[in-house]
C-alpha cells in the first residue's frame, strides 16, 4: 500500500532529493510541486540553468503520468507497490572475455567471420555492442510479467507489450575484459501517443567504477503497447532507395535467439516461445531481439572497414520473424576532417522483403 512516506520516497528517487516542497493528494494520486527546482523548468524556460550536471530525471508531469497510468486509480490507498519500477539501481559486472567470446560464436556463421577457437587470456577492447551481453538485469524470476520480460521497467501493466523503438549509442572510450565496470540506468522520459506510451532510458558504463567520464552512454527507447486483440496490418512496402557497399545476406535461427537471449538474461518469450509470439502477440513467429539487430549492424561494420566506430543512432521500424530473409547493409555516406582527424559515416540500416527494419547511422573515426 502506498503511504505518504512511500510516496515521498519515490519522488525524490526520480525528481532527486532537493525537491522539498512535494504535497501529495493521496485522495487522488494527485501531486503538485511548488519548489521544482532550475533542471525540471528546461522544457518550460530554455533559458534557465541546470543546478546540477548529472543526467536529466524523470520530469514531473511523467512521473504523475504513470500514477495516473496504474489500473486500481480509482480505488486510492489501495494501490500495491508492484505497480511501481523500483529504483534503478547501479549494476556492477565482471567484464569477462567469455560473454564478448560466446557472442562471436554466435555471430560468425551469419558474417562469415572467422570463428573464435580459444578464449582470450589477456584484457582487450569490448567492440561496439558487445555491452549489450553484460549487466544482466539482477531480477528475480518473481518481479517478471507473464510474457518473462521485467517489471523494473514497464510502467503500466495496461500495456503488456513491448517493443525496442531505437536508441544511441556514443563510445567514448573502451571498455576491456579482465575488469569491473559500473552500470547507472536513469528514466529520462515518459510520453503517451496514441494509446502507446514510450519510455526512455539513459544508461552510463564506468570502466572500474570509479572513472567521471562514462566510457559508454546509452539511451534506450522502449515503446509499450495494450494487449494484442488481432493480427497486425499487413506491413507498407518500404525498399531502401539505394543499393549498399557491403551486405550480408541470411536468415535468423531459433537457435540464434535463444542464444541471444540467455547471454542477455533476457527471459522476453516473444524471442523464443512460437507459441507465446504467435497465440497471445499474433505475430508469425517469434521475433528477433532489437539490441540483436543493432549487433548485426555494428558488425558488419567492424567485419567491412577499420576504424573506432565514434556512435550510432537507429530507429526499429519493423519486426523481424525468425526464419525471415534477413540483409544487413552499410553504405559510405562522408568523410572529412573533424578536430584533425579523419571521420567517415555511414548509413547502416537492415531489411527483409517488406523493406527497412531497422535504419542507424554510424560515425566511424579513421586510423
Known amino acids: 500500500m502506498i503511504?505518504?512516506?512511500?510516496?515521498?520516497?519515490?519522488?525524490?528517487t526520480h525528481l532527486g532529493p532537493r525537491n522539498a516542497a512535494l504535497d501529495f493528494d493521496l485522495t487522488t494520486l494527485r501531486f503538485t510541486s511548488s519548489k521544482l527546482p532550475t533542471m525540471f523548468l528546461r522544457s518550460f524556460n530554455p533559458a534557465a540553468k541546470p543546478q546540477s550536471r548529472m543526467p536529466p530525471r524523470l520530469h514531473p508531469r511523467a512521473l504523475s503520468a504513470q500514477l495516473y497510468r496504474h489500473p486500481l486509480i480509482t480505488r486510492p490507498l489501495t494501490t500495491t507497490s508492484a505497480a511501481f519500477p523500483p529504483p534503478l539501481a547501479p549494476t556492477e559486472d565482471f567484464i569477462s572475455p567469455t560473454p564478448t567470446h560466446l557472442l562471436d560464436i554466435a555471430l560468425s556463421p551469419y558474417l562469415n567471420t572467422t570463428l573464435p577457437s580459444v578464449l582470450p587470456k589477456s584484457p582487450k577492447p569490448l567492440p561496439p555492442g558487445h555491452h549489450l551481453v553484460y549487466f544482466p538485469p539482477p531480477i528475480p524470476e518473481s518481479q517478471l510479467l507473464q510474457d518473462g520480460s521485467d517489471a523494473q521497467h514497464s510502467p503500466t501493466p495496461l500495456l503488456p507489450r513491448r517493443m525496442w523503438a531505437g536508441g544511441s549509442l556514443a563510445f567514448n572510450s573502451p571498455v576491456e575484459t579482465f575488469t569491473h565496470a559500473l552500470l547507472r540506468e536513469e528514466i529520462t522520459n515518459v510520453a503517451d501517443r496514441n494509446g502507446k506510451t514510450?519510455?526512455?532510458?539513459?544508461?552510463?558504463?564506468?570502466?572500474?567504477?570509479?572513472?567521471?567520464?562514462?566510457?559508454?552512454?546509452?539511451?534506450?527507447?522502449?515503446?509499450?503497447?495494450?494487449?494484442?486483440?488481432?493480427?497486425?496490418?499487413?506491413?507498407?512496402?518500404?525498399?531502401?532507395?539505394?543499393?549498399?557497399?557491403?551486405?550480408?545476406?541470411?536468415?535468423t535461427t531459433q537457435h540464434l535467439l535463444f542464444r541471444f537471449s540467455a547471454l542477455t538474461y533476457n527471459a522476453h518469450r516473444i524471442h523464443y516461445d512460437p507459441e507465446f509470439a504467435a497465440g497471445v502477440e499474433f505475430h508469425?513467429?517469434?521475433?528477433?531481439?532489437?539490441?540483436?539487430?543493432?549487433?548485426?549492424?555494428?558488425?558488419?561494420?567492424?567485419?567491412?572497414?577499420?576504424?573506432?566506430?565514434?556512435?550510432?543512432?537507429?530507429?526499429?521500424?519493423?519486426?523481424?520473424?525468425v526464419g525471415e530473409e534477413y540483409k544487413i547493409c552499410g553504405k559510405l555516406k562522408s568523410r572529412g576532417e573533424v578536430e584533425g582527424r579523419m571521420e567517415a559515416v555511414y548509413s547502416l540500416w537492415s531489411e527483409t522483403k517488406s523493406g527497412y527494419a531497422v535504419m542507424g547511422t554510424a560515425t566511424v573515426v579513421e586510423d
Open 284 to 321: 508469425v513467429g517469434p521475433l528477433v531481439h532489437g539490441p540483436l539487430s543493432v549487433v548485426f549492424l555494428l558488425e558488419l561494420l567492424r567485419a567491412e572497414r577499420k576504424g573506432r566506430v565514434k556512435g550510432f543512432v537507429y530507429r526499429c521500424l519493423a519486426p523481424v520473424v
Open 3 to 12: 503511504t505518504p512516506a512511500s510516496a515521498r520516497a519515490l519522488a525524490r
Open 198 to 251: 514510450f519510455v526512455s532510458f539513459d544508461r552510463y558504463i564506468y570502466p572500474d567504477g570509479t572513472s567521471a567520464e562514462a566510457a559508454i552512454v546509452e539511451k534506450r527507447d522502449l515503446v509499450f503497447l495494450p494487449p494484442a486483440t488481432t493480427p497486425p496490418p499487413p506491413r507498407k512496402r518500404n525498399r531502401p532507395p539505394e543499393e549498399p557497399d557491403f551486405a550480408r545476406e541470411f536468415s
